[in-house]
């Protein structure tokens, strides 16, 4: 997938306090140069601590919770005083931050403004941040100061071990009790873009977290607002399954550091422009104020406006933005007609690819205004070098027209094969 809008994205985001990330065992694993456990790995270490058999892990029909719900009972039988919690605890403990490898994460972690919650026990994100930090977990006192940055671990955290989620029994209370944790869970992906890391996109309690969000999402006309960033490379039907099902856009063949050094280099892109307040918007919403030229020129300024309307919460059906978009790609059109306008026409391509990734069409106005476009756009596709294309339009058209929510694709496609005159974007993009 090309990235490059999405990092725009995750930028304005951090910028306007709407940036949360959600981190599994693989983060862990990647700021320990992959001396983090991964949840079988803890459970072997148990068995193998303890002198319990380790069969147990290689029943077939039980789920890792189950079988961590095996060895809890296991560990009672030898020692009373003995807990899986505990177990698990001494283990993870003695796990610190890479001596290398690492310096853009840590770049970033010491430095940003944004939330963390976690499903890992361990301490590391907050020895990522060293200070200015919130940490809450269950069993311990709820912060009451504000800080830089609030992490959640919302199964717990070797803070507390007896508090930790790990069997079976655990994670069915979590799911169906309502706590403190659960609630900040659901507020924190409701409010905020969330950007997923360290997780594998088959984690049966991931897919359960995250499909209590989708309902809200498709029933508000919000942009989606997951990203998942995977080190593997991802089959196109595994990313629409995803897209469709859970609303989560899927970015592979990204490792978390490459990840971060790019994000950072947006970061500062982004912050070297930015010089308008979030309440300004309103101006151009409501009192028929307009963007001058230069501003929308530039290639971060959608995402600069699509940032500051959902920092104030208003939909993107609202009548007022339907409006505001309209004027701001007509005009975004009008540029490509000057004299060596190849970067309009890129900075279009990728207005248009974030908009159909991230929106619904449904029955909104919106749908009219981008499909429009989107034609304008792809009626001018052509191969690399071709004389008089703007190709680098076409190859992220090309790139990342797969990320395209399927849903939108299939409008787009049914009203090309009606609008679209362009052969090469219909057969080498859309594929008609």
């Given at each position: 997938?090309?990235?490059?809008?999405?990092?725009?994205?995750?930028?304005y985001a951090l910028i306007h306090n709407r940036l949360c990330f959600f981190t599994g065992a693989g983060f862990s694993k990647a700021i320990t140069n992959g001396k983090a456990p991964s949840w079988k790995t803890l459970l072997e270490e148990v068995c193998k601590n303890n002198d319990i058999e380790r069969d147990i892990l290689e029943q077939d029909s039980l789920n890792l919770e189950e079988k961590a719900q095996l060895i809890s009972e296991k560990?009672?039988?030898?020692?009373?005083?003995?807990?899986?919690?505990?177990?698990?605890?001494?283990v993870i403990s003695s796990l610190h931050l890479s001596d290398s490898g690492i310096d853009n994460i840590k770049n970033f972690f010491s430095n940003q403004k944004f939330r963390i919650i976690t499903t890992n026990y361990d301490k590391l994100t907050e020895e990522l941040i060293k200070d200015d930090y919130n940490s809450f977990s269950p069993g311990k006192p709820i912060p009451k100061i504000e800080a830089k940055v609030d992490i959640y671990h919302i199964h717990g955290s070797i803070d507390s071990p007896n508090h930790m989620v790990v069997t079976a029994e655990d994670y069915f209370k979590f799911i169906n009790y309502e706590s403190y944790f659960s609630r900040k869970l659901s507020t924190s992906l409701h409010e905020n873009l969330v950007v997923i890391l360290g997780y594998s996109l088959s984690d049966i309690n991931l897919k359960a977290i995250i499909n209590e969000y989708k309902g809200f999402s498709s029933n508000q006309y919000v942009p989606i607002n997951i990203i998942f960033i995977s080190r593997e490379s991802v089959s196109q039907y595994t990313k629409d399954y995803y897209l469709s099902c859970f609303g989560i856009r899927v970015v592979d063949n990204l490792e978390i550091e490459y990840f971060f050094e790019k994000l950072n280099q947006k970061i500062n892109e982004v912050i070297s422009r930015e010089g308008r307040t979030v309440q300004n918007i309103r101006k151009f919403l409501y009192e028929e104020k307009t963007y001058t030229d230069e501003y929308l020129k530039q290639s971060t300024s959608l995402f600069e406006i699509v940032s500051y309307i959902q920092a104030?919460?208003?939909?993107?059906?609202?009548?007022?933005?339907?409006?505001?978009?309209?004027?701001?790609?007509e005009r975004k059109v009008k540029f490509t007609f000057e004299s060596h306008a190849w970067e309009q026409y890129y900075h279009l391509a990728?207005?248009?690819?974030?908009?159909?990734?991230t929106i619904y069409f449904k029955d909104s106005e919106v749908k009219d205004i981008i499909l429009k476009h989107t034609i304008y756009s792809l009626d001018t596709a052509g191969a690399k070098w071709k004389l008089g294309k703007p190709w680098l339009a076409s190859e992220e058209w090309t790139a990342s027209w797969s990320n395209i929510i399927p849903e939108n694709r299939l409008i787009i496609k049914e009203y090309a094969e009606k609008h679209l005159k362009n052969d090469f974007a219909k057969k080498n993009i859309l594929g008609i």
């Open positions: 997938m090309a990235i490059s809008h999405v990092l725009l994205e995750i930028s560990l009672k039988d030898k020692d009373r005083n003995k807990s899986i919690y505990n177990e698990m605890s001494s104030l919460g208003i939909e993107l059906t609202d009548e007022s933005v339907t409006k505001l978009l309209t004027d701001i790609l990728l207005w248009l690819i974030y908009l159909n990734s």
